[in-house]
Nanobody, 113 residues
Framework: QVQFVESGGGLVQPGGSLRLSCAAS????????MGWYRQAPGKQRELVAT???????NYGDWVKGRLTNSRDNAKNMVYLQMNSLNGEVTAVYYC???????WGQGTQVTVSS
């Protein structure tokens, strides 16, 4: 059974940082490109970042250098380091393998003073 479990979200003040984690199971993790997606209130889910099995990242146009995507193939983990946060990143963040039709429960990120 394929499963993705996100964690690490929370309430953070503007300018703060968070590190999201995603634990993957039920797949040959090191063979898959992994992706982070987000869904803000009233908006469609959109791509945040992807990372290939060899750890080459790609980012959505809106990221502007504030996020760093990484993975640990030995632990079946994906990470999203989020720095210099502002309100526009408030959303529920999900991780998945884009070729799998499975989504986790997501983790809420809220940036507010």
């Amino acid at each position: 059974q394929v499963q993705f479990v996100e964690s690490g979200g929370g309430l953070v003040q503007p300018g703060g940082s968070l590190r999201l984690s995603c634990a993957a199971s039920g797949i040959s993790f090191r063979a898959y490109t992994m992706g982070w997606y987000r869904q803000a209130p009233g908006k469609q889910r959109e791509l945040v970042a992807t990372i290939t099995p060899s750890s080459n990242p790609n980012y959505g146009d809106w990221v502007k250098g504030r996020l760093t995507n990484s993975r640990d193939n030995a632990k079946n983990m994906v990470y999203l380091q989020m720095n210099s946060l502002n309100g526009e990143v408030t959303a529920v963040y999900y991780c998945t393998a884009p070729t799998c039709s499975v989504w986790g429960q997501g983790t809420q990120v809220t940036v507010s003073s």
